[in-house]
């Protein structure tokens, strides 16, 4: 079955980067684009953005493009996000998230476990 | 930007209760819309896809309707299982927005 394995949780000071890894299994991992979605405490889903894994090309959202990258190494069928100058409300837990689509609707189909990143002096 | 505006954002209902989730979107998605269910400590889970279509293996007592700009996501027979947080998400386009969820709770 299609599984998503993420790294586990980091602690990190303002100022630092983080990067998050995703292993995937159970599927052709370049069939289906990934997506990244977090939620801070007591807050709702937000969607970062996504990665190609047959191109690696990607698509952030307007508010993390100057700090996030997306990368993915086909050969060990393994997604990364890095995330740069951390500040306190990056403080989250992240989602790595598997892309499936029917009939044209693309959803996100299987999730990681989540990996706590919290960033605090 | 597509908004995904929830409504309620919170609500108790009972066990055996039909419980109606709406989402608005900013701009005409045709049938770009999922619903997911979030429970504490748990990754999300797509329950329905493409505004209507069940998700193999979830129970028939979740539904989904509409199209355009408003959906429902309809509960029959509330179960102790069904209580979590609700979200909405347009696949229309990027960024691939999120209601801001909608929290059933127990009576």
């Known amino acids: 079955q299609v599984q998503m394995v993420q790294s586990g949780a980091e602690v990190k000071e303002p100022g630092a980067t983080v990067k998050v890894s995703c292993k995937a299994s159970?599927?052709?991992?370049?069939?289906?684009?990934i997506s990244w979605v977090r939620q801070a405490p007591g807050q709702g889903l937000e969607w970062m953005g996504w990665?190609?894994?047959?191109?690696?090309?990607?698509r952030y959202a307007q508010n993390l493009q100057d700090r996030v990258t997306m990368t993915r190494d086909t050969s060990t069928t393994t997604a990364y996000m890095e995330l740069r100058s951390l500040r306190s409300d990056d403080t989250a837990v992240y989602y790595c998230?598997?892309?499936?689509?029917?009939?044209?609707?693309?959803?996100?189909?299987?999730w990681g476990q989540g990996t706590l990143v919290t960033v605090s002096s | 930007d597509i908004q995904m505006t929830q409504s309620p954002s919170s609500l108790s209902a009972s066990v055996g209760d039909r419980v109606t989730i709406t989402c608005r979107a900013s701009?005409?998605?045709?049938?770009?819309l999922n619903w997911y269910q979030h429970k504490q400590g748990k990754a999300p889970d797509l329950l329905i896809y493409?505004?209507?279509s069940l998700r193999s293996g979830v129970p028939s007592r979740f539904s989904g309707s509409g199209s355009g700009t408003d959906f429902t996501l309809t509960i029959n027979s509330l179960q102790p299982e069904d209580f979590a947080t609700y979200y909405c998400?347009?696949?229309?386009?990027?960024?691939?927005?999120f209601g801001q969820g909608t929290k059933v709770e127990i009576k």
């Open positions: 990665i190609s894994a047959y191109y690696g090309t990607t």
């Open positions: 493409g505004a209507s």
């Open positions: 998230v598997k892309e499936g689509e029917v009939a044209g609707t693309v959803f996100f189909d299987s």
């Open positions: 998400q347009q696949s229309y386009n990027s960024p691939r927005t």
């Open positions: 701009h005409i998605i045709y049938n770009q």
């Open positions: 159970g599927y052709t991992f370049t069939t289906y684009g």
